[in-house]
Nanobody, 119 residues
Framework: QVQLVESGGGLVQAGGSLRLSCAAS????????MAWYRQAPGNEREWVAT???????NYADSVKGRFTISKDTAKNTLFLQMKSLKPEDTAVYFC?????????????WGQGTQVTVSS
């Protein structure tokens, strides 16, 4: 129903900035929520940020104040603006989309984009 493709990852020095994009294959205007997750080597996938209907946003404590999630509905694109990057931010970043608030709603995932932060 929804295909998601992340881009914008790369190598950056600590303290630097990077903007990730997630392009959706269809309109995101009716999607309940979209989010960013990340997974570092040897770790489980970790929630980073969410934006849902009404443009309400939430952030993990580890990124609060440094990362900003946003979307361009007209372009069917989700963004994650990352600043003041730290080596511990190094991970594969994934976007996802949820069709509804209930546990039975469908969730779609992108393929991920690598972010590497050097010290």
């Amino acid at each position: 129903q929804v295909q998601l493709v992340e881009s914008g990852g790369g190598l950056v020095q600590a303290g630097g900035s990077l903007r990730l994009s997630c392009a959706a294959s269809r309109s995101i205007s009716s999607i309940f929520a979209m989010a960013w997750y990340r997974q570092a080597p040897g770790n489980e996938r970790e929630w980073v940020a969410t934006i849902r209907s009404g443009d309400i946003t939430n952030y993990a404590d580890s990124v609060k104040g440094r990362f900003t999630i946003s979307k361009d509905t007209a372009k069917n694109t989700l963004f994650l603006q990352m600043k003041s990057l730290k080596p511990e931010d190094t991970a594969v970043y994934f976007c996802n989309a949820r069709t509804g608030p209930a546990i039975e709603s469908y969730v779609y995932w992108g393929q991920g984009t690598q972010v590497t932060v050097s010290s």
